[in-house]
Nanobody
């Protein structure tokens, strides 16, 4: 499985934007659905967005629809999460992950097997 590292987190004001990057090494991500997940302190982790291996399907959590956009660039082995109109509830550690199996779409965290260490997003009012 590939190794993933997230970047792009930081401190942003309510209403601001951030773009997270998920960079892969040790293999190509082109065969894998990639997902973004988040976990806030004291809360369960939750899926945020996933993008299929063929770039045809994207799925978003209801809470981020219309504000977040997931995209992928297989040429650079990178997946992005553009986050706009951030609010306090978006503050969390964000993780990217690759599906356990190639050419399959998933949503639940148990579908994903390679996880990055995470990047922190802090939203201030």
């Amino acid at each position: 499985q590939v190794l993933l590292v997230e970047s792009g987190g930081g401190l942003v004001q309510v209403g601001g934007s951030l773009r997270l990057s998920c960079s892969a090494s040790g293999g190509k991500i082109s065969r894998y659905t990639i997902g973004w997940f988040r976990q806030a302190p004291g809360k369960d982790g939750e899926p945020v967005a996933v993008i299929s291996w063929n770039n045809r399907d994207t799925v978003y959590a209801d809470s981020v629809k219309g504000r977040f956009t997931i995209s992928r660039d297989d040429a650079t082995n990178t997946v992005y999460l553009q986050m706009n109109s951030l609010n306090i509830d978006d503050a969390a550690a964000y993780y990217c992950a690759a599906h356990r199996r190639s050419y399959e779409l998933g949503w639940e965290s148990t579908d994903f097997g390679s996880w990055g260490p995470g990047t922190q997003v802090t939203v201030s009012s």
